[in-house]
């Protein structure tokens, strides 16, 4: 072995290390556990920097076909983690039967196609990839982009249903729609009878929409009994919520009341 390869394999197990410590975990280190779900809190002040560190040290190709750095929830049904894709980086398309979910945290003017839609994505923007959507993400700003990444993997492993397919026309889907194409064509104006290429349409939630929506409530005074201002994401096809699998987003307006939050039965994650 070369002396560089020695010295990124050194690089990269002193990363994993690092992350082991913070309770995280890289996509590249393939191990299977069964923790205990238990609460935990994860710092964005540890995170960021191990984050930017795995930018730095792991490699789109040699190391991973995708930099995504998991969270270790504990969660047998959803796993849930940041992804960090740098200027001039691409993910080639795919679809696969797992939905996916993707908020965004810190960049921006990176774009996810989600079948021919061009999603811009910006602090703060959720993004939904339902089952059998083709996506393919890249990042053509001159910043990093890093957003949350969830997926109902565990449950759709449990059914042993998880199946993909590769793109296999090149590294980019054909720009078929316009930005914005999600929300105009499932709008309350919309086909008297839906037609779409999937069992679920990709959406594209703004978040500055979403903020106006908060505030507007907020100096109305509306507000739910248990969490202050609160939206739901809710699918736009049916009004449902959000996704099946993975259940539902909600936003909770920054009040100065104190929130409480009755004792769920089932998993939450705080962001
Ligand atoms: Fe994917």
């Not at 290390?17 to 069964?34: E, F, I, S, V």
């Not at 959720?126 to 449950?155: T, V």
């Not at 914005?180 to 037609?195: C, D």
């Not at 290429?197 to 979403?210: A, C, I, N």
Request: glycine residues 8%; aromatic residues 10%.
């Amino acid at each position: 072995m070369s002396k560089s390869a020695i010295d990124h394999r050194d690089r990269l197990e002193e990363l994993n290390g690092k992350l082991a410590n913070l309770g995280m975990r890289g996509y590249w280190q393939l191990r299977h556990d069964a923790d205990r779900m238990e609460p935990k809190l994860w710092r964005w002040a540890d995170i960021y920097p191990a984050l930017m560190e795995t930018a730095n040290v792991v490699r789109i190709g040699p190391d991973t076909f995708r930099r995504n750095v998991g969270l270790q929830t504990g969660s047998r049904t959803i796993s849930m983690g940041f992804q960090i894709v740098l200027p001039g980086e691409a993910a080639p398309p795919h679809r696969h039967t797992n939905t996916a979910l993707r908020f965004v945290i810190k960049g921006g003017g990176a774009y996810t196609t989600s079948n021919g839609e061009p999603m811009i994505m910006y602090p703060g923007d959720l993004l939904i990839q339902p089952n059998w959507a083709w996506h393919d993400h890249a990042n053509h700003s001159n910043e990093p982009i890093i957003w949350i990444d969830a997926l109902d993997s565990g449950l759709v492993n449990f059914l042993n249903a998880s199946f993909r397919e590769e793109w296999s026309e090149g590294m980019n889907q054909p720009l078929t729609k316009k930005d914005g194409a999600s929300r105009r064509l499932y709008g309350p104006a919309r086909q008297p009878v839906l037609q779409y290429e999937s069992p679920g349409v990709p959406y594209h939630y703004k978040w500055s929409e979403t903020l106006e929506a908060l505030q507007e409530l907020a100096e109305q005074c509306v507000r739910d009994p248990h969490d202050d201002v609160l939206l739901e994401y809710k699918n736009p096809i049916n009004t449902s919520r959000g996704m099946s699998t993975i259940v539902s987003v909600f936003l909770r307006g920054a009040g100065t009341s104190t929130v409480t939050v009755p004792r769920p039965n089932l998993p939450f994650c705080f962001h």
